[in-house]
RNA sequence: GGCGCGGUGGCAGAGUGGUUAUGCAGCGGACUGCAACUCCGUGUACGCCGGUUCGAUUCCGACCCGCGCCUCCA
C-alpha cells in the first residue's frame, strides 16, 4: 500500500485512486517567460519519480502538467525584449523541455497551455457568476467572491478574517474584498486580449489551471502537485473556483515538494539568487544534479551548494563502478529480490526516495562482493536489479562507459588517452615506475584518473 | 502578528519505543610495484529541560534555535 503525505490533512494517508489501477495527476508547471531554475528541476523531477513509481506499481497513469503562456509577467518580459510574446513563451518551452529532457524526465500525457483553454476559462467563469461565486467589477475585471466559499483556506489553514487582517492583501477599489481574485482581466490598449461575455481581456493566473485541469482530468481527480509557494494562493484559489464551479471534491490528494535554498536562503525570483537549470549543467552532468534532488525526500528543504553536488557526483560514481565491465543479465529472467522489496518498501512510503538509494548502494555493494569472488552471474543478476530500481528514480540507464568517459573537459582525445595508457603499461612491463607514474599523473593533471584491474586499465574523467 | 515545518555522528541525509540506515570525508587492514577502484573493520549521532515508560533520538509538554507561507515566485 503505497502512502502519500497529503498537504490537505497534514499527514500521511493510505493512496486510493478513485478508479482502481489508474492515476489522474495534475502537476502546476512552468509560466514560461524565462529559463527553468532549479526549483523548477526539482519539481520536474519530484513529479517524474512519482509517475515512475506509480507505473512501476501497476498503475495507469495520466500525468498531465500544464503551461502557463499567458500573464503579466510574459507580457512584460516580451515587452522588454520587444517581441511577440509567443515568440517569448514558444521560445521558453523549447528550452525546458531541452531541460527536462536533459534531466531525465519524461513528458506528461498532457501539457495544455493556457491560451488553448480560452473557452473553458471562459466558460467556467460563467458558472461561477451565474452561481453567485464570482462577480463582475464594472471595470472589465471579473472576480471571485472569496467569501462565497466557506472552506476557504482549507488547504492552507488560513482564516478570511486574518487574511483580511493582513496589510500585505492587495486593496484594490474594483474588489468587494481584498482577498478576492482576478478571473478575468480586462485588457489594457495594445495587450494581447480574448473577447469575452465581460469584453475583452485574458484570464487570471489561477483559473487556468481550475479549467484545464477539469477539462483533462474531470471534476474530481487523484493528485495535485506543485512547489511549495503555490500552496498559497494559487492552490487554495484552484479548490476555490472548482469546488464552487462543479460543485464536486477538486482533489484527493495534494503534494507539495520542499524549497530549494542557496546559502541558506530561498531561492527565488525576487531574491535573484537563483541558478537556472543551463547554468548548472554547465557545471554538473545532468544524472548527478538529478541525483543530487532525488537523494534527499522530495518534502524536504534541500541546500544547493558545490559540495553537495561533488557529494552525489561521488556517490553516484560509486554506484556507476559497480555497474562498469558487467553486462547486466536479462532483467525478465531475474525475479524480484529482496532488495527490490526494500526499495518497494521505502518508495511506498511517501516516495521515500533517500531510502530507496540506500538499497541501491547495498546493491551495489553486493556486487562488488560477487564480482570479487569471481560469481560472474550472481554479480549480473544483481547489476540488473541495480539498473532495474535505477530505472525507477531515472538514474544508472546510460552505459557506464559514457558516464565515466564523457564530457571530460580535457583537450585529450580518448585515442590519446589509450595511447598514454599504452605507454605507461609498456613502462610498467620494464618495470619502469617512474615513467608509469608520470603518465598517470600527467593525464591525472588533465582530469583522467585510471584505475587498473586484473582485466586491463580503464580511465575516467576526474 | 497569524498559520505551518524542522533541529540526527565532521558533512549530506533516512529512520525507529529496546537490535547496522546509506553516502561523502577520516582512520586501520586487504588488494596493488605504488596508487585508483573494490572489499573488510572502525564512530557511546539524535537541540535543551521535564513527563509517560522496565526502557525515548523515536510518544507528550514547555523552552531555545532555524526555516517556509501570509506579495509575483516551483
Known sequence: MIRIYNT???????????EPGKVRMYVC??????????GHARVLVAFDVVTRYLRHRGYDVQYVRNITDIDDKILRRADENGEDYRGLTERMIRAMHEDEAKL???????EPRATGYIDEIVAMIHKLISGGHAYEAGNGDVYFAVDSFDDYGKLSRKKLEDLLAGARVDVQEAKRSPADFALWKAAKAGEVSWPSPW???RPGWHIECSAMSTECLGDTFDIHGGGPDLLFPHHENEIAQSECATGHRFVNTWMHVGAIRVNKEKMSKSLGNFF???????????EVVRYFLVSSHYRSQVDYSEDNLEEADRSLTRLYHALRGIVPAKESEVPETGHDREFTAAMDDDFNTAGAIAVLHAVANEINQFRRLGEEMPAKQAAAVLVRLG?????????????????TGTELTAEDIEAMIQARADARKAKNFAEADRIRDELAEKGIILDDSREGTSWRRG
Do not use: W
Not at 9 to 16: A, C, I, T
Not at 104 to 110: A, D, I, L, Q, T
Not at 391 to 407: A, C, K, N, R, W
Open 8 to 18: 490537505l490533512s497534514h499527514q500521511k494517508e493510505d493512496f486510493q485512486p478513485i
Open 29 to 38: 508547471g512552468m509560466t514560461v517567460y524565462d529559463y527553468c531554475h532549479l
Open 104 to 110: 531525465g524526465v519524461m513528458s506528461p500525457n498532457e
Open 199 to 201: 469584453g475583452d481581456g
Open 276 to 286: 537556472t537549470i543551463r547554468e548548472i549543467l554547465e557545471k554538473y552532468r545532468a
Open 391 to 407: 530505472s525507477v528514480l531515472g538514474i544508472l540507464q546510460q552505459d557506464p562507459e559514457m558516464f565515466f568517459q564523457s564530457d
